[in-house]
């Protein structure tokens, strides 16, 4: 697994040319964060150095939310879904992130999905999930980083 993790890590940074996310994910790796599985089955893991508890009530609606009209949306015989909510869902702290040079909300790296802890909205949910979705059906590399995957368009701001 880490091995894995590692793996994909090194072709991501080699691809975004970018050492934020790898920062992050050491301490990730460190296992700091606190992990919560909400009800409807997702794993929450809290690396934003902030107490959540009051909002995991609208952190958990967004994630239900943005899930089923996703996969509403991608609307696939054989949609992943049990092999998209086993993708942690990692909080990132409120601060400035760049990703491929652009200043970003969250990333994905296939394995993990991270998020600023202050984006938490069911429509950025909806990108990073389309990102995982992509790789893991193996329709576009490292999950179509570049965003050329019409499902994009299609899916990421369905009204919710
Ligand atoms: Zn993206």
Known sequence: MLGRLLLVLCSWAILAG?????????????LGGRKITIPSGFTIVNESGRDIEEKM???SDAVELGFETLKTCINDSEFPGQELKD??????????????GKKSAGFADGIRIYLRSDYIWASKLR???????LWRTGRRAFGDIFHRDPLFKKCEYVLS
């Open 87 to 100: 993708v942690p869902l990692v909080l990132l702290p409120p601060e400035m992130l760049y990703v491929l």
């Open 127 to 133: 990108h990073e999930w389309i990102h995982v979705y």
């Open 18 to 30: 970018c050492s934020v996310p790898i920062i992050y994910v050491k301490q990730d790796l460190g």
């Open 57 to 59: 009530k609208a952190i």
